[in-house]
């Protein structure tokens, strides 16, 4: 199943789909107040992120509070930065590097 990439006016999204169609069909499933405004079938079936290319060192196990605040925000990272402070206490700066390190983890 080819592997698609699916931007909306304020998300990209990647997923396995049959067609363009239904890659489309998917994101406004789950985005149905956004608009689809480019989709393109990737050249491979997986999709890379350079951790260095991001800042991120170390190891960097998904955090399951960061990717809950970014549920709830519905992907606003401004939102779920807000959220995290709210939930764990954190500065601006600490909050920041965990909704942007689990949103490059794919949250």
Do not use: F
Not at 16 to 28: I, L, M, N, R, V
Not at 30 to 43: F, G, S
Not at 72 to 88: C, P, S, W
């Amino acid at each position: 199943m080819p592997l698609y990439e699916v931007e909306t006016n304020a998300h990209i999204m990647i997923g396995w789909a049959d067609s363009s169609e239904q890659a489309e069909a998917e994101a406004k499933e789950h985005y149905p107040e956004e608009d689809v405004v480019r989709i393109t079938k990737r050249p491979r079936d997986i999709w890379v992120i350079s951790k260095r290319l991001l800042g991120i060192e170390g190891a960097t196990e998904p955090c399951d509070v960061a990717r809950d605040c970014l549920a709830k925000a519905k992907g606003d990272k401004i939102h779920a930065i807000r959220l995290y402070m709210q939930n764990t206490g954190v500065d601006l700066h600490e909050a920041q590097k965990a909704i942007e390190t689990n949103m490059s983890l794919g949250w």
